[in-house]
């Protein structure tokens, strides 16, 4: 089932039925719309995100984490528009932070360039930051604020030597519910691609470094979480590495560009779903950034089957939520046991030796 195909407002319910049950899938615009399937109802969070205010004023916890009826826990999609505007950009990040919290999830998942797109080399430089400045800092409060894990799909970190050379890593971090930082991946795979006659041109390696290796799955309260950085979808063997090390879920925070997008994206993320039996989260940059560049859009949860369980669109930002139900790979690895049919490295290494 795919959400977001049409946005036909129906009238608003009464007050006392204001809560919508996100049991499997919903998705929130930012004009507080939730998409049902094809339609799409008004909701006022206002109060509810003031009783998670006025709880951390007073000292006492945000409310817990709510699981779907069925008792697994939901995570959150996220698609964002973002410009060279960093303070825009952050309220943006808020508002579809607190309003996945409030529909229940325990994780929210931020795409790539969460923090700006700059309109140049020379911008995007100029506003990067370290892991110790503001950004990060505010998103370590925002998540201890409302007891929620964060995925901060791609952040511009200055590089080891950042004094002499000027160059940033592309950086995946995980922020728990307390506000600590518990995991860190630099991007491995940069994005240096000419097509014209699809219109892209990109060298990502101009200004960002290589990340120098992959890192264990974390384990949060969606499973264990295996991180990785939009192109890095394409190889296969990163995802691979990971389900080795337990990973549960995978997640490809990206701004797939329009073109590449349209002919790879769902295809790519339902393929690492299957081969890895996993569950596969991606949210995503949608629409005009800046005169030069404008994103796909359609963040993508997909289930360890292949089935898309949530697709926000091509058009404007949201969020969706998806129950993560691990018995399901559980279930899937146990009926297919693809990876225990695999031979050993040696063996598919024959060829090169041959």
Not at 1 to 23: F, H, L, N, Q, Y
Request: aromatic letters at 8%; hydrophobic letters at 35%; charged letters at 25%.
């Amino acid at each position: 089932m795919k959400a977001g195909s049409r946005t036909e407002p129906i009238t608003r319910e009464p007050e006392a039925k204001r809560d919508v049950t996100c049991c499997l899938l919903s998705w929130i615009n930012v004009h507080g719309q939730v998409h049902f399937g094809n339609l799409c109802k008004k909701i006022d969070f206002s109060s509810s995100l003031e009783t998670t205010d006025r709880a951390t004023e007073q000292g006492r916890p945000p409310p817990p984490c709510r699981m779907s009826s069925s008792a697994r826990p939901l995570a959150a999609v996220c698609q964002l528009t973002v410009t060279s505007d960093k303070e825009a950009n952050f309220s943006a990040c808020e508002r579809l932070v607190e309003e996945a919290k409030e529909r229940g999830a325990c994780m929210v998942f931020l795409p790539e360039n969460f923090d700006y797109i700059g309109s140049s080399p020379e911008e995007t430089l100029s506003l990067c930051e370290s892991l110790t400045g503001e950004t990060v800092s505010r998103y370590t409060r925002l998540a201890r604020k409302l007891g929620v894990w964060l995925s901060l799909g791609g952040f511009h970190e200055r590089g080891h030597d950042w004094e002499s050379d000027r160059r940033i890593y592309n950086t995946h971090v995980i922020i728990d519910d307390k506000g600590g930082v518990v995991s860190v991946y630099r991007k491995s795979h940069l994005f240096d691609v000419e097509l014209p006659e699809k219109g892209v041109s990109l060298k990502e390696s101009a200004f960002t470094l290589p990340g120098p290796s992959l890192v264990p799955p974390v384990q949060t309260p969606i499973g264990k979480v295996g991180l990785a950085t939009c192109y890095d979808l394409r190889f296969p063997e990163l995802s691979l590495a990971l389900r080795r090390r337990g990973a549960e879920v995978l997640t490809f925070p990206s701004a797939f560009t329009v073109a590449t997008g349209a002919a790879h994206w769902e295809v790519l993320l339902r393929a690492r779903a299957i081969e890895n039996q996993c569950f596969v989260l991606a949210a995503a940059q949608v629409g005009r950034h800046n005169e030069k560049r404008r994103s796909y859009g359609h963040a993508l949860a997909v289930d360890p089957w292949g089935e898309v369980l949530a697709d926000c669109g091509g058009e404007e930002p949201g969020v969706a939520l998806v129950e993560i139900d691990l018995e399901k790979v559980a279930g899937t690895r146990r009926n297919m046991p693809v990876q225990r049919h695999r031979r050993d490295a040696s063996f598919y290494r024959g060829l090169e030796e041959s």
